[in-house]
């Protein structure tokens, strides 16, 4: 079948619209029709020369919703009509990794495959996280492909399945924040403020939201931050202390950057402080940090993809969601059909817009 998709050509190239040949679904594969998509960060990533990447052209997009439309031989947890959300991280439920309650990273996830299912003028072409949500038609593995309930609106929960599994369950799986403690969220875009989400579902006491965009804090406040501090003010680790009364329990790092890092470190308590490393910092950079800082008992915990394990626990952020628990509607700015795609990374670039969801 035929299928609109929008891809990179190669770093430093804007992002390009063309019609794709698609394979219909093979063993343990499930065709899915899009609904939405949201755009991210690391999809730009590809293309702004942010990232060191060869295997080009790529179908970008990660995140998304829409319904399954045909299933291949093997598949037994899906079927045609189901709404779902394809997750880049696969749970195949069986290898020791999906066994444990220690981590969502599937073994699987890091074994390399070769099937290609897009391709242009005749060439196989890979798909970001083996999805490339940003296409009208895909065909992923079923073990990435997270069902969920048909009365969930798909142009919003679509976000779930990058920025709410990543921020929320930064705080509520990888962090397990205690109800009474203190937050601090370094960067409020994306994930930054469902972040906010999850620390809040936890019961935090105070929420402090960090960002060099005033634009950012009416939403940030709407969603949870109970404090607003712009790093251009002043020294927002001393202000930090100094409204904790000491030191914040945790931090979490959004934005990427080594020297927000620093202060998401310095900015928590002696003894116990916990900073949850979110952004993706560039693959060349090297991390600086205060021995001492970790020393006094201090601790850097890593998150990808909110430690959730994305077919089994993902379901419940969109039941949170229509019980009315989440901020996602509020985190959505713009609606944009895949046409402007390239317009809606420019608002992302420009910091107004909060998460751009392309509509199919």
């Not at 430093?12 to 609904?35: C, Q």
């Not at 031989?73 to 439920?93: F, M, Q």
């Not at 369950?169 to 994930?191: D, H, K, N, P, Q």
Request: hydrophobic share 40%; glycine share 14%; charged share 20%.
């Amino acid at each position: 079948m035929r299928t609109t998709a929008a891809f990179a050509r190669a770093q430093n190239t804007a992002i390009a619209l063309d019609s794709f040949t698609l394979d219909g679904p093979r063993e343990g594969e499930v065709l899915i029709e899009m609904k939405a998509a949201g755009l991210c960060h690391s999809d730009m990533s590809f293309f702004d020369g942010s990232r060191d990447w060869s295997d080009y052209p790529l179908v970008l997009g990660h995140e998304g919703a829409g319904i399954v439309r045909d299933v291949g031989p093997g598949v037994t947890s899906l079927r045609p009509g189901d709404h779902v959300i394809p997750v880049g991280i696969p749970e195949c439920g069986t290898c020791p990794a999906c066994r444990s309650g220690k981590t969502n990273l599937c073994d699987l996830y890091f074994q390399p495959t070769t099937r290609r299912p897009f391709r242009l003028n005749g060439a196989p072409v890979r798909a970001f996280c083996e999805l490339g949500t940003f296409s009208q038609f895909i065909v992923a593995r079923e073990i990435q492909v997270t069902k969920v309930r048909p009365d969930a609106p798909l142009d919003v929960i679509c976000c779930l399945g990058c920025a709410g599994a990543t921020g929320m369950g930064s705080a509520i799986f990888t962090a397990r924040m205690e109800a009474g403690t203190t937050a601090v969220i370094f960067g409020l875009g994306g994930i930054g403020q469902n972040v906010v989400d999850g620390a809040r579902l936890s019961g935090a006491s105070m929420i402090i939201g960090v960002d060099t965009n005033p634009g950012k804090e009416v939403s940030a406040r709407a969603a949870g931050v109970t404090h607003f501090l712009n790093p251009a003010d002043g020294d927002v680790v001393g202000q930090i202390r100094d409204l904790t009364g000491g030191g914040a329990d945790y931090s979490f790092e959004c934005t990427g950057n080594p020297e927000v890092l620093k202060q998401s470190v310095e900015c928590t308590r002696i003894g116990w402080g916990t900073t949850v490393m979110i952004g993706v910092f560039p693959g060349h950079r090297q991390l600086e940090l205060r021995p001492r800082a970790i020393q006094e008992g201090r601790r850097i915990m890593g998150s990808y993809l909110g430690n959730i394990k994305t077919r089994s626990q993902l379901p419940q952020l969109v039941d949170w969601y229509m019980e009315g628990k989440t901020s996602l509607d509020g985190l959505i700015s713009h609606h944009l059909p895949l046409d402007q795609i390239g317009h809606g990374f420019d608002l992302l670039v420009r910091g107004e817009a909060r998460r751009v969801v392309i509509d199919f």
